[in-house]
């Protein structure tokens, strides 16, 4: 007879390492699972508190909910109703204390694609050079 084996919940497995208190909250906006977890993993190793979204549409339902988020981390390309562009746009008018990093190896933005305090880095990014341009962001808009 098999042993039935107790069912775990997804939360479960993900708590937090240590006290969320005072770690800073990064939105990641990313469809590709495996860069997903990979920019999580270098996140939360940095101390950051991440939530995710796969999609413009879901990223917004999350800020509409959550006053703490400090910076939001896009991908150009994902699918839904809005690329990368358009999203860091409407996230400056919506949340101007909330900073945007655009990230792509892809697309590269023109004039006029992003809101003046976003900032695009293309890809590849290292991982501490992510860390350092987030930490930079939430900086700046601490300071106004």
Not at 14 to 38: C, F, S, Y
Not at 102 to 119: C, E, H, Q, R, Y
């Amino acid at each position: 007879m098999w042993n039935k084996v107790p069912s775990i919940s997804v939360a479960a497995l993900m708590k937090p390492r240590g006290p969320i208190l005072n770690r800073p909250v990064v939105l990641l906006v990313e469809d590709e699972p495996l860069v997903r977890t990979t920019q999580v993993d270098i996140l939360r190793d940095a101390d950051f508190w991440v939530v995710e979204a796969d999609d413009a549409d879901e990223a917004f339902e999350i800020l509409k909910r959550r006053q703490d988020v400090k910076v939001v981390l896009t991908d150009v390309d994902m699918p839904g109703s809005l690329d990368g562009f358009e999203f860091a746009r409407l996230v400056a008018q919506g949340w101007p204390e909330v900073g945007v990093l655009v990230i792509s190896g892809k697309t590269f933005p023109s004039p006029g694609d992003l809101p003046s305090n976003a900032v695009f880095v293309p890809k590849p990014l290292r991982p501490a050079a992510l860390v350092e341009q987030l930490q930079a962001i939430m900086a700046r808009h601490a300071a106004t």
